[in-house]
């Protein structure tokens, strides 16, 4: 790389995030159960299945001469940690019932640990000039966004009673460490995995 272009690599601004992601074989039943509640639900966005995760930590727009710090810092948090289990659980929506910005699978398991692996990225990260969000962590898995209203021929189904219908049983999965994403908007699908962290 010359010198032009690395001046450009270390000023460069990337948007990203932390997260547990989901193994393809739970991405895959997720987004099956999915396309039944697709068919009655009609969001704006539905998520590429290939991006199914569980956010940690959103970093946003970051500057590529930090991502070395970063990746220091989360492979430290990391190996602090063993493996541990999580399932889906239950659907669910933020924002109003009746326009819900955020159509969501929940998740199970050992959520004390899920927990506290957040706690600890996000004091790593703050320690390095990045914002810890204000609302109370809520972990889950986006699977559509922003509420447009009914499909033909579901007029009597809200949102809450079409996925309160659907009672999937809920893939476990074994976490085994986090991953560093970056946003590719326009992209399917939109995250790409920067780095991984595995648990030690």
């Not at 590719?184 to 699908?189: A, D, H, I």
């Amino acid at each position: 790389m010359n010198t032009q272009g690395l001046q450009e690599h270390v000023s460069r601004r990337e948007r990203l995030f932390i997260a547990v992601r989901l193994p393809g074989s739970v991405q895959q039943s997720l987004h099956m159960q999915t396309q039944l509640i697709r068919n009655k639900l009609d969001f704006r966005k539905w998520t590429d299945y290939r991006d199914y995760h569980i956010t940690l930590q959103f970093l946003g727009d970051t500057l590529m001469s930090d991502v070395g710090h970063l990746r220091s810092a989360l492979h430290a948090t990391a190996t602090q940690f063993n493996a541990f289990d999580l399932k889906l659980a239950e659907w669910g929506t933020f924002g109003l019932e009746e326009t819900p910005k955020v159509l969501w699978r929940g998740v199970s398991g050992d959520i004390e640990r899920l927990h506290l692996l957040q706690k600890q990225i996000v004091k790593a990260t703050t320690s390095l000039g990045f914002e810890a969000e204000l609302r109370a962590y809520r972990p889950h898995v986006t699977v559509a966004r922003k509420y447009l209203g009914h499909l033909p021929g579901m007029d009597n189904h809200g949102v809450s009673e079409v996925i309160s219908d659907h009672h999937f049983h809920g893939d476990s999965w074994s976490v085994e460490g986090v991953v560093l994403y970056v946003t590719r908007l326009g992209q399917t699908p939109m995250y790409e995995v920067l780095d991984t962290f595995p648990f030690s």
